[in-house]
């Protein structure tokens, strides 16, 4: 069973950091590009940044771009979200997902695999 287990949410102040993790079980994790999503309230799930199994490739949401850093760790079979200058609009569930490709346009439906989610509130 594959299982994607997301962590490291939590309530921060606007400016703050956070660092998010996924782990992953289940599945070959060097096999696949990994994402994150988020969703706000009322709002469609959207990409936030995706690596491709090698770590050779990563796009970011527009939104995101120089404040967020996506990694992964394939000895860890762990993905990370860092997440710096933190804004009220970054508040969302976010979420981790197993798929094929990481392109600059993240669609939900090219992954396979999806975690729970980790709340992120960002007050201002």
């Known amino acids: 069973e594959v299982q994607l287990v997301e962590s490291g949410g939590g309530s921060v102040q606007a400016g703050g950091s956070l660092r998010l993790s996924c782990a992953a079980s289940g599945l070959t994790f060097d096999d696949y590009t990994m994402g994150w999503f988020r969703q706000a309230p009322g709002k469609e799930r959207e990409g936030v940044a995706c690596i491709t199994w090698s770590g050779g490739v990563t796009r970011f949401a527009t939104s995101v771009k120089g404040r967020f850093t996506i990694s992964r760790d394939n000895a860890k079979n762990t993905l990370y979200l860092q997440m710096n200058s933190l804004k009220p609009e970054d508040t969302a569930m976010y979420y981790c997902?197993?798929?094929?490709?990481?392109?600059?346009?993240?669609?939900?439906?090219?992954?396979?695999?999806w975690g729970q989610g980790t709340q992120v509130t960002v007050s201002s």
């Open positions: 997902a197993a798929g094929a490709y990481c392109r600059a346009t993240m669609r939900k439906e090219g992954y396979n695999y």
